[in-house]
């Protein structure tokens, strides 16, 4: 399988590009902004390669892009959108520029990587798009996340639409909105909150889901969540 795992160098992210590298038929491009932590998974995984990305300004960077994956991929089967941008802080507190970062990296950094990758895609490949339980419609909301969870329902709409889009060409692509999970994000977020899953268990169940949820769903919201706090 050929497969991108777009933001891959912490949390549940990084966790995603072990679990796959962990088979010898899989190649892997992860990207991210740590080159260090890329540069790492590059050397300790002979099938991953690492690619350098800002999804805050993807669209600078787009067309670069686009020609490393050429040059390793000629065909993509999974694409993992899990790069995710945070800040947490009041709505009337919030700055545009602020406003800005989440809304490129969670939602339009991943807009544009999917047209971009879309060409490549052939009958059968999947895409999951990874929100979260912030942006899942009816569920109980946050104070300090409102432009983080606008985000991350903008990318589950998004989820949505392009599953009528690509449907003739049978590509998949779902939504996965997720719960509290222990990663560095959360403990941004919510400080001294514990979650009831780590970054290692999420990233599992997702990796398989990318392996295999498209037997059974396409378009589809999905919550993930034991808790959301």
Avoid: W
Wanted: with cysteine; proline share 3%.
């Amino acid at each position: 399988m050929n497969i991108i795992v777009n933001g891959g160098t912490r949390g549940i992210g990084y966790e995603v590009v072990i679990f796959f590298a962990q088979n010898a038929n899989n190649q892997i491009i992860v990207t991210g902004r740590n080159e260090k932590t890329l540069t790492s998974l590059s050397s300790k995984f002979k099938n991953v390669e690492s690619i350098t990305i800002d999804m805050s300004v993807f669209d600078k960077q787009a067309e670069k892009f686009s020609k490393q994956v050429s040059g390793h991929f000629g065909r993509v089967d999974i694409l993992l959108n899990i790069a995710g941008s945070l800040i947490t802080k009041d709505f009337l507190e919030m700055t545009n520029d602020e406003a800005r970062l989440m809304m490129e990296t969670n939602f339009f950094g991943p807009a544009s990587l999917i047209r971009i990758l879309k060409p490549v895609m052939q009958a059968g490949s999947h895409i999951v798009n990874i929100s979260s339980m912030g942006g899942f419609q009816g569920s109980v909301k946050y104070k300090g996340l409102s432009y983080y969870s606008a985000s991350k329902a903008a990318l589950a709409c998004l989820t949505e639409c392009l599953a009528k889009e690509f449907a003739s060409d049978m590509i998949s692509i779902n939504c996965l909105a997720l719960g509290s999970v222990q990663t560095e994000m959360l403990e941004e977020a919510f400080p001294g909150y514990k979650a009831p899953l780590d970054a290692k268990q999420m990233a599992e169940f997702i990796s398989n889901f990318a392996l295999t949820g498209n037997k059974f769903f396409n378009g589809k919201i999905l919550p993930v969540a034991i808790g959301n706090p």
